[in-house]
Structure formats: C-alpha cells, structure tokens
C-alpha cells in the first residue's frame, strides 16, 4: 500500500520515505539480519498505523500555547506577525527594517520554537505541564543570555542602540 500523497513529492528519497511509513510495516520488519540489535530495535517500534491514523496533530507544538507566547513577543515589540506557523516563517525572512528588531525577532522565534517543543515532550514523556507565562519567562532569560555577548561584540553608532538596548527598550 502506497501513499496516495507521494505523487506532490517531487524527490524520489521523499517518496522513499513517505511510502515506508505508509506501508504495512517499518523497513526493519522487511529486514533479514540474525543481529541482535536489529531485532530489540524492531521489537521496540511502535506500529506505524497508530502513528498515521493518530489524532493527535503535530500541530499542538504551536497551538494554543505557541500562539500566546508568540503573540505576546511580537505585540511587545509592535510588530503584526502572522498567526499561521508557515506564514510565520515566510514573515521572519525580513520581520523588520530595523536591524535589531530583526535579529531579536529571529532569535526569539528559535527560542520560542525550543521552548514549545520542550514544553510538549515534558507533557508527553512526563505529565509535567507549565504556563505560557512560565515559558515566557525562561525565554526572556535565554533572550538576556544570548543578547549580552551579541551587544559587546556589535559596533554601534553614535545615538544608536545596540541589540541589548533594544530589547530592555521593547521587554
């Protein structure tokens, strides 16, 4: 059995992979080695069906956690920013003329992107859920933390701010 969705793909590795997901069973089940690691490995697969016909989307790493947390950088700093995470993307080539604007606004994407895949594995591994304002916090702190090397190293004009500046200036 194919997948049906392979024919939008244009690289034949993709193809490759897609169908192997989509088929009866993991490439280790069609596999013929006697190892012995090979074979804990295939006992320890889950089943590839309840990966596919799963209800659970993916999506919930933005959604609805992501959206609080990204609209709350981006309304900080007064900036509209797409809601959509590929529209997101599309956005954070250019999110701002101004230079500073746009390097924190990329590095807080990076962070917030860590921050909410951190936060949906702590809730899948470990029952562990925190708040948005929880991980918002720790995101300003790695924002510091990165920002304060960044700013000794940037050379700055007369009158302008540097990357550090702009961020205490908006958060």
């Not at 889950?46 to 709350?72: A, F, R, T």
């Not at 702190?141 to 200036?169: C, Y």
Request: hydrophobic residues 40%.
């Amino acid at each position: 059995m194919h997948c049906k969705c392979t024919s939008y793909v244009r690289d034949p590795y993709e193809k490759k992979k897609i169908n192997v997901i989509s088929s009866e069973g993991w490439w280790l089940d069609r596999s013929r080695s006697r190892s012995l690691v090979i074979h804990e490995i295939k006992r320890c697969l889950p089943d590839p069906n309840l990966i596919l016909n799963s209800v659970e989307d993916d999506i919930y790493v933005w959604k609805p956690n992501g959206d609080l947390i990204w609209c709350y950088f981006t309304s900080r700093i007064h900036l509209r920013s797409p809601i959509d995470f590929e529209e997101v993307l599309r956005w954070m080539v250019l999110p701002s003329r101004n230079s500073n604007v746009a390097t924190i606004m990329k590095l807080l994407f990076q962070a917030s992107l860590y921050y909410i895949w951190r936060e949906r594995n702590s809730r899948l591994h470990t029952d562990v859920a925190r708040s948005p304002s929880y991980l918002i916090g720790e995101i300003k702190n790695l924002m510091r933390l990165k920002l304060d090397p960044m700013s000794r190293a940037q050379r700055v004009l007369v009158g302008g701010l540097s990357l550090l500046a702009t961020w205490f200036e908006n958060f």
